[in-house]
């Protein structure tokens, strides 16, 4: 089993940064890869960044491309997701997520954080 818990989401003006963290715990969450995610009300959930579970290889959506970037610690257990130029349609619940593979649909993920809210204002 692998816990996650988020934070760091909260408002934010357009242009501005946030960073999110992701603390995972259990006995083998550093050999996990993870991902970031993202929900906007009344849209599916969608992939926004992944980090292997060495830090070795990291994939971003389109969208986030250059403006967002994903890391973690030496030890492998927090995740962040630094998020920088954010835009209102950034807006979303944001949730980490743990699996054995680097995968981008939510549906390959085993274990999911409760998620922190993310709000751009224009």
């Known amino acids: 089993q692998v816990q996650l818990v988020e934070s760091g989401g909260g408002l934010v003006q357009a242009g501005g940064s946030l960073r999110l963290s992701c603390a995972a715990s259990?006995?083998?969450?550093?050999?996990?890869?993870m991902g970031w995610f993202r929900q906007a009300p009344g849209k599916e959930r969608e992939f926004v960044a992944v980090?292997?579970?060495?830090?070795?290889?990291?994939t971003y959506a389109d969208s986030v491309k250059g403006r967002f970037t994903i890391s973690r610690t030496n030890t492998k257990n927090t995740v962040f997701l630094q998020m920088n130029s954010l835009k209102p349609e950034d807006t979303a619940v944001y949730y980490c997520?743990?699996?054995?593979?680097?995968?981008?649909?939510?549906?390959?993920?085993?274990?999911w954080g409760q998620g922190t809210q993310v709000t751009v204002s224009s």
């Open positions: 259990g006995r083998t969450a550093s050999d996990y890869a």
């Open positions: 997520a743990a699996n054995y593979d680097t995968r981008y649909t939510p549906g390959h993920y085993s274990y």
């Open positions: 980090i292997s579970w060495n830090g070795g290889s990291r």
